[in-house]
């Protein structure tokens, strides 16, 4: 229990009033609050969680993040002047993201943060960069339908991994879809995209279900597969529950030659728990895969492994996580040191281009969304995905694509079209 | 038909899944008369022994079934002599302990085996579906099925038909005057907990090719567990056995008529207004007090 003492109460009254006294000016001066690189050094936020329930991949996330950063400092960094990470743990807790957050950006007055992997964490942390003009940057493919000034989003968003995908399933495998999700936004959204793909190609949603987070009970799923008898099963289950569904899935005797199990969630990461022979010949799309072969990912998985350990995986968000601070030292580069601040920053990552492990991609100057190539991989016994089909060109971000009237601006607002 | 036939399998096979993880909580629960919120990781831990053993070993699924009993059973019993009986009769004491205790076991796991989803192999031999009166059913699922009426008749017999049982019995009825007997109450409780969390651990191991295996994967078998025992009455093993029935074949029924979930919320309340009128559960005897 705290005790009031006389002397601590003087304490902090004097403590207050000097905050206001000093704190004051501020208000008179514009844009004086605003994180502005100072002397020899840029500092960023390196916002991931190492400890708490999505430990294993935001760790991931911040490694490929700190890698990126290295990388950056050993070609001289930028303008030669130094990245300084300053990494905190939100222990995926949104509540202690939003504190760490507050952290980073009032307290280090760091000119960006690279974080997240979950959609709550994003939107727990989103009030803060906006109120402060800051800059967030955030690598996870996600559910679209956001439109922040204050948020450069590298990941995928539905039209992005859907676009080639479900015409590519209809015309291998049929018209018949089964939708199965966790139950919150992300899958719903995709889903929506994907129903309207749907209707266009003349196919049809013979069943369309959501289970609760974490459930690892598919019999009742699985006999609805078994009765609809479905082309094509479309999941977009995340977490444990995939490893479930597969397994369960195989084991009550359903043949992926048939009926194929098509994810955006499934990645090498999920593979490996559940076993190669329970993913085999189920596919994911997404715009990177560790077995993508080019130069640039040779270079990083390579990197990874040799910094990281030699079982070290790389994944399509760790990719995203590792090109974008290539991308913001890019803009910030481009920058007088005296104005490096989060808008400025923001305004010069638009159209930037770098050429990523997947690909050259681009930040769009209307949305901040990341020009991506999407793949369709096909699930392997050794745990990795074997790439079959691959976009000809790059694939334009809307993350309002499913909701005709309305588009993303750069004054981050949400428009009808006339 | 074979559509009624697969439902009634489905929702047996769940059934049998809820009967496995829940009979072991029944016994602790109806017989030393703790409410064991650890039961989940017990469970975990289980699911945890057979990676390991997998794993480190290159055990197959059956030996490790039976290690796994006896690891966690241990465990149970070392818990039991260090912390439970303390609590005897301080039935919130032992709610906060056994919760910490859960806390902390899922924390260790985490830290030393990591926080990363681990992969157990499914017996090859049942890894595939077995054509069974007309329908495909699964034959790791028929496993489990099997090995949840064994595990069952090897409980029954236990209590009702050895020395140990009646004991247990005798002191379950009336712990002074079984004392009185000259029956050590004391090392029927460490026994009936350790056997108790033994199941949880086989539980645990039988769950973890089918599901997927993780530090929290506890929390939600326990609530489930929990689930069961209050509807069959507690010290029931007829009343576990019901229950564990009438869930699972109600779950999958409400899951294939809408979906999971919806199902999962008719079926809580379903418990809810069941034990607003019926507080002892379905089948209810008498419970150790104090």
Redesign the interface.
Known sequence: MAQFSRRGVVKGVAGLAGAATFGFPQIWIKNSGLARAAGGEIKVGVLYSLT??T??IETSLNQATLMAIEEINAAGGVNGRKLVPVVEDPASDPATFAEKARKLVIGEKCVSVFGSYTSASRKAVLPIFERYHNLYWYPTLYEGRECSMNVIYTGAVPNQQQRDFVPWLVKNFGKRFYLIGS?YIYPKEENNVCKILLQKLGGEVVGE????L????F??????F??TKPNVIFSTVVG??V??LH??Y????LDPAKMPMASLTTSE??V????G?FALGHFTSAPYFMSYESPENAKFVAAIQSKYGKNAVTNFVSEPAYFQVHLFAQAAAKLAGSDLTPPTIREAAWGQEYKAPEGLVKIDGQNSHTYLWPKIGEAQMNGQFKIIEQSKEWVEPDPYWAYPGQVCTPKGMVEKKA | MTDIFNQVFSGLSIASILLLISLGLAIIYGTVGVINLAHGEFVMLGAYAVWFLEDHFGLGLFPCIVLAFFAVGTLGWVVERLIIRRLYGRVLDTILATWGLGVILQQAIRLSAGAELRYVQMPPGLSAAVHFAGVDVSAYRLFVLALTAILLAVTYVLIFRTRFGMRLRGVVQNPEIARCFGVNTSQIYAMTFAYGAGLAGIAGALVSPLKSVSPDMGTGYVVDAFMVVVVGGVQSLLGTVASAGIIGELSGGLAYLSNDTIAKAIVFLGVVVLIRFRPQGLFALRVRRG
Do not use: L
């Open positions: 708490g329930t430990a294993i139950n279900e959501y289970v609760p974490g459930h690892s009970e019999s009742s799923v699985i006999e609805k078994k009765n444990d529950s490893v479930a397994r369960q195989k084991a009550a005797g990461e999920e490996r728990a559940m076993g022979e």
